[in-house]
């Protein structure tokens, strides 16, 4: 019965604690939901009122557009300033400074604003024309640093780019010498191997040439040249010398050429 209950117990626990997590889970979705709704109404609600300035800067003359003209220049500068910040912040942390100092601005931007919405309703022309110039040169001072800060970021932004860039252009250049490496190597080694076979032949031909000579010297020194298939008697050897007659034959003419010596001769 103990080990039951101490079951029990720890089911329970288990359950509690699993319909306390679904609860958290829950308003924790609830809430999150409940923020992107409320910056969905704030967006829709300030692109509304972004377009009421546009067309009251544009219908309306006097004091009254000149204060919706303020107004649209002050909330399209801090706009389009927290875009390039909030885009550029994820690679550049050192942006989130720049973001901080924007926050701060636009909270001078919104009471400046509410002070633009109020002088709108004032009915005093004189006092209309007194507050706007004052109104007006706080709105320029807030304006030039919204814009300040967007053309610096913009700036810091195109500077890293280019950076980049061409820290790429010289690794590709890199690449492509190492690519091109075989080209070096074989114009360094192709003239040698090329003029190898022509140093060797030459080598070889001037050899020949130096034996050749020695050869046809020696033939000179021992008493003649010696002929070959085409030389001598139209290119053709005698019959004497096909058939091995030349010398007896030399021989029994120097014979017949003596004089003789005899009886007879007294």
């Given at each position: 019965?103990?080990?039951?209950?101490?079951?029990l117990?720890?089911?329970?626990?288990?359950?509690?604690?699993?319909?306390?997590?679904?609860?958290?889970?829950?308003?924790?979705?609830?809430?999150?939901?409940?923020?992107?709704?409320?910056?969905?109404?704030?967006?829709?609600?300030?692109?509304?009122?972004n377009?009421?300035?546009?067309?009251?800067?544009?219908t309306?003359?006097?004091?009254?557009?000149?204060?919706s003209?303020?107004?649209?220049?002050?909330?399209?500068?801090?706009?389009?300033?927290?875009?390039?910040?909030e885009?550029?912040?994820?690679?550049?942390?050192?942006?989130?400074?720049?973001?901080a100092?924007?926050?701060?601005?636009?909270?001078?931007?919104?009471?400046?604003?509410?002070?633009?919405?109020m002088?709108?309703?004032?009915?005093?022309?004189g006092?209309?024309?007194?507050?706007?110039?004052?109104?007006?040169?706080?709105?320029d001072?807030?304006?030039?640093?919204?814009?300040?800060?967007?053309?610096?970021?913009?700036?810091?932004?195109?500077?890293?780019?280019?950076?980049e860039?061409?820290?790429?252009?010289?690794?590709?250049?890199?690449?492509?010498?190492?690519?091109?490496?075989w080209?070096?190597?074989?114009?360094?080694?192709g003239?040698?191997?090329?003029?190898?076979?022509?140093?060797?032949?030459?080598?070889?031909?001037?050899?020949?040439?130096?034996?050749?000579?020695?050869?046809?010297?020696?033939?000179?020194?021992?008493?003649?040249?010696?002929?070959?298939?085409?030389?001598?008697?139209?290119?053709?050897?005698?019959a004497?010398?096909?058939?091995?007659?030349?010398?007896?034959?030399?021989?029994?003419a120097?014979?017949?050429?003596?004089?003789?010596?005899?009886?007879?001769?007294?």
């Amino acid at each position: 019965m103990e080990i039951l209950g101490v079951l029990l117990g720890v089911a329970l626990l288990l359950g509690l604690g699993v319909v306390v997590l679904v609860v958290i889970g829950l308003v924790k979705a609830a809430r999150a939901v409940g923020e992107k709704v409320e910056r969905q109404e704030a967006k829709a609600r300030r692109a509304v009122e972004n377009v009421t300035l546009k067309a009251k800067s544009y219908t309306q003359t006097g004091p009254q557009g000149q204060i919706s003209a303020v107004r649209l220049g002050l909330r399209t500068s801090l706009d389009g300033t927290r875009r390039v910040l909030e885009g550029a912040v994820g690679q550049d942390g050192q942006l989130g400074e720049a973001l901080a100092l924007l926050g701060r601005l636009d909270a001078h931007a919104m009471e400046l604003d509410g002070e633009l919405r109020m002088l709108e309703r004032e009915p005093d022309a004189g006092r209309v024309a007194a507050k706007l110039p004052e109104l007006r040169e706080r709105a320029d001072r807030i304006t030039h640093s919204a814009e300040t800060m967007r053309w610096a970021a913009q700036d810091r932004m195109h500077r890293f780019a280019a950076d980049e860039l061409g820290r790429l252009s010289r690794e590709c250049e890199d690449e492509a010498g190492a690519l091109r490496h075989w080209d070096t190597v074989s114009g360094a080694s192709g003239p040698g191997t090329a003029s190898a076979p022509g140093a060797s032949a030459s080598a070889s031909a001037s050899a020949s040439g130096d034996s050749a000579g020695a050869g046809a010297g020696a033939a000179r020194e021992a008493g003649g040249v010696r002929r070959g298939l085409t030389d001598g008697r139209g290119g053709r050897p005698s019959a004497e010398e096909l058939l091995g007659l030349a010398d007896p034959v030399a021989k029994l003419a120097q014979r017949l050429r003596k004089p003789t010596t005899g009886p007879s001769a007294g």
